[in-house]
T-cell receptor
Framework: KQEVTQIPAALSVPEGENLVLNCSFT??????LQWFRQDPGKGLTSLLL?????REQTSGRLNASLDKSSGRSTLYIAASQPGDSATYLC?????????????FGAGTQVVVTP | NAGVTQTPKFQVLKTGQSMTLQCAQD?????MSWYRQDPGMGLRLIHY???????DQGEVPNGYNVSRSTTEDFPLRLLSAAPSQTSVYFC?????????????FGQGTRLTVV
């Protein structure tokens, strides 16, 4: 069974510092990996989608890498801002069943201090 | 562009009551699903649908029922609410399965069963 792990569970950084968030998964046979942001009491907002054939994706200050062979993805957020404070979740789309369901990590809670 | 819309946003039920959580998407997505989010447990799949008239169980289906009569709507029914069903419920949709499939989530329904 696919297991997705995010370490650390919580992270606090001063404004301006780069953020590095980790996601690991046990089965490298994935369709894709998606990073989400969740603000307190809110829904999930999609940040980046990396297809299984891709090594990285970029959007503005965000860059996500994917290394399927080692079962890892890293989300980099450059020059962090207080508005980046949120919980970040990664999810892999697993092809082991006919639908390709999402398997989520537990998330990393980020606080960016002014 | 509404995306995925969930109603209600908040609900308090008494044990034994039944209710329906509504989910609608306007993106003509084939795939829709329901997750629950609990502290320390992450997001877990309840039920999913790969198209109108087709539904299947996820990880934690007991106590919930679904149907999909149209492409747009995927309601989740709680048959007889229990305190263990206190949770935040998220509906998600995606166009197809495969490597370039991005999942979109609603804003969630916060349910308390007393």
């Amino acid at each position: 069974k696919q297991e997705v792990t995010q370490i650390p569970a919580a992270l606090s950084v001063p404004e301006g510092e780069n953020l590095v968030l980790n996601c690991s998964f046990t089965d490298s046979a994935i369709y894709n990996l998606q990073w989400f942001r969740q603000d307190p009491g809110k829904g999930l907002t999609s940040l980046l989608l990396i297809q299984s054939s891709q090594r990285e994706q970029t959007s503005g200050r965000l860059n996500a890498s994917l290394d399927k062979s080692s079962g890892r993805s890293t989300l980099y957020i450059a020059a962090s801002q207080p508005g980046d404070s949120a919980t970040y979740l990664c999810a892999v789309r697993d092809p082991t069943d006919s639908w390709g369901k999402l398997q989520f990590g537990a998330g990393t809670q980020v606080v960016v201090t002014p | 562009n509404a995306g995925v819309t969930q109603t209600p946003k908040f609900q308090v039920l008494k044990t034994g009551q039944s209710m329906t959580l509504q989910c609608a998407q306007d993106m003509n997505h084939e795939y829709m699903s329901w997750y629950r989010q609990d502290p320390g447990m992450g997001l877990r799949l309840i039920h999913y649908s790969v198209g109108a008239g087709i539904t299947d169980q996820g990880e934690v289906p007991n106590g919930y029922n679904v149907s999909r009569s149209t492409t747009e709507d995927f309601p989740l029914r709680l048959l007889s609410a229990a305190p263990s069903q206190t949770s935040v419920y998220f509906c998600a949709s995606s166009l197809t399965q495969g490597a370039n499939t991005e999942a979109f989530f609603g804003q969630g329904t916060r349910l308390t069963v007393v």
